[in-house]
């Protein structure tokens, strides 16, 4: 019986969403209703919020249709009768994974089902944000189905939710964050690929940038406007702290590949004073960039220089990355890499290690940022190179080494972390392109 009522919630909140012509949202609540049939815990507690977000949807439209119909004499009784009981039905049914049959109707998994739920919830609640404040069609469904938009944020909530579900256990991340982190370069420079063929649906904006991290910060100094990616990765960085590096930069995948295609186990003779190498090269593309436009350099030629320090980028990665089989690229000559470590101390994430840390130095071979020493291993945190990856997490054998948050637990932050990296993984899969 209450399968059957949060079914029938979800029909009716897709049939209201497509007599509003959001054909979008009538695919989301079909998506819903398809899902509510898993066992799942996470889909019962997902339901829980969005039915209950739909039961104040009737009462909103209700108090708005009972006003038009008192407003114009017409009869309004029976409408606040049907009204009620939409209302009623959709709590109703919100409130029924919490019951008794419910948590035994959606019992599987239980241990995983505020994180996975929370994930999905928060993905879409991210992409609907940055659908409706954005002038443009952002989400790519938008731009060749006009309206249909909601239905791919289904498609990448539900997306997020699977790979938190992969990422729950620490060995699990640790394999399955390089393959999600290629998928989003890929995803990325596919869309650059088709845009530079000509299909301009595929941009951004319809204009080409180069995809050089470094011009995150070089970029707007250099028109004097164009601060969105700038925003953008302060903002990252001020949610999940560095992770920025190891999650969500569209090049660090490719160094990531580079490190691994070896097989080899990270080099230890990397010289640790060579991470501020990168705030050397900050201040040179940095300048560069404003020594060219103050010298009206043409944007072309400035866009060969950007171009060619990519390049050089890119030769790391395929000569050093490789034979050390460490991220030489993003530790050593990426500025924005010493950008995000250094403004990372301002996020309240932090990995820390236990005084009953055995000093075996497992952690350290299994860290391709250089940023696990034994120096930092005896100083109780990794080096400022730290990207928050967790390959060291699941390497741990006495679970001495994790992240931390203020006020919560190992574990408990190790959940919020997660949640709040996957879903921004997911955000960018969906709005992050040239």
């Not at 909103?60 to 009768?81: F, S």
Request: glycine share 12%; charged share 15%.
């Amino acid at each position: 019986m209450g399968l059957f009522l949060i079914v029938i919630s979800y029909v009716l909140l897709g049939t209201h969403a497509l007599r509003a012509g959001d054909w979008g949202l009538a695919v989301f609540m079909s998506g819903c209703a398809v899902l509510s049939f898993s066992r799942e815990r996470w889909v019962g507690n997902m339901t829980s919020v969005l039915l209950g977000f739909g039961a104040i949807i009737w009462l909103d439209r209700g108090a708005d249709l009972i006003g038009l119909r008192v407003g114009t004499g017409g009869d309004w009784v029976r409408l606040a009768l049907i009204m009620s009981a939409l209302f009623a039905l959709t709590l109703f049914a919100s409130a029924y994974s919490f019951s008794a049959a419910g948590r035994e109707r959606f019992g599987l998994n239980s241990e995983t089902g505020w994180f996975r739920a929370s994930i999905f919830l928060l993905t879409a609640l991210l992409l609907e944000i940055c659908r409706s404040k954005v002038s443009f069609p952002i989400l790519m469904l938008d731009r060749f189905f006009p309206g249909w938009g909601r239905a791919e944020i289904f498609a990448l909530a539900l997306y997020a939710s699977w790979v938190g579900g992969r990422m729950y256990d620490p060995d699990g991340s640790r394999k399955t964050r390089p393959l999600i982190w290629a998928l989003f370069s890929l995803v990325f420079f596919g869309q650059l690929g088709l845009g530079l063929a000509g299909a301009e649906m595929f941009l951004m904006t319809g204009r080409l940038h180069l995809p050089v991290p470094a011009l995150i910060a070089a970029g707007p100094v250099f028109r004097g406007s164009g601060f969105f990616m700038p925003i953008l990765f302060t903002v990252s960085v001020l949610l999940v702290g560095p992770a920025w590096c190891s999650h969500l930069c569209y090049i660090g995948a490719w160094d990531d590949v580079s490190s691994r295609v070896s097989g080899k186990k990270p080099s230890r003779k990397f010289p640790g004073t060579l991470i501020w190498l990168r705030l050397v090269l900050l201040f040179v593309v940095v300048g560069a960039a404003w020594a060219m436009r103050e010298a009206g350099v043409l944007g072309m030629t400035a866009v060969w220089w950007a171009a060619g320090f990519g390049l050089v980028g890119i030769l790391v990665m395929l000569v050093f990355s490789r034979r050390m089989g460490m991220m030489v690229h993003c530790t050593a000559f990426c500025p924005m890499g010493i950008v995000s470590n250094l403004l990372g101390r301002i996020s309240p994430w932090r990995m820390k290690i236990d005084s009953n840390c055995c000093k075996c130095l497992k952690c350290s071979k299994a860290c391709r940022y250089n940023a696990l020493k034994k120096s930092d291993i005896e100083a109780g945190r990794p080096g400022l190179s730290c990207t928050l990856c967790g390959d060291c997490v699941s390497t741990c054998s006495s679970a001495s080494i994790g992240y931390r948050l203020p006020f919560l637990s190992a574990g408990i932050s190790r959940k919020v972390f997660l949640v709040m990296v996957v879903s921004l993984h997911a955000l960018f899969l969906g709005v992050a392109r040239i």
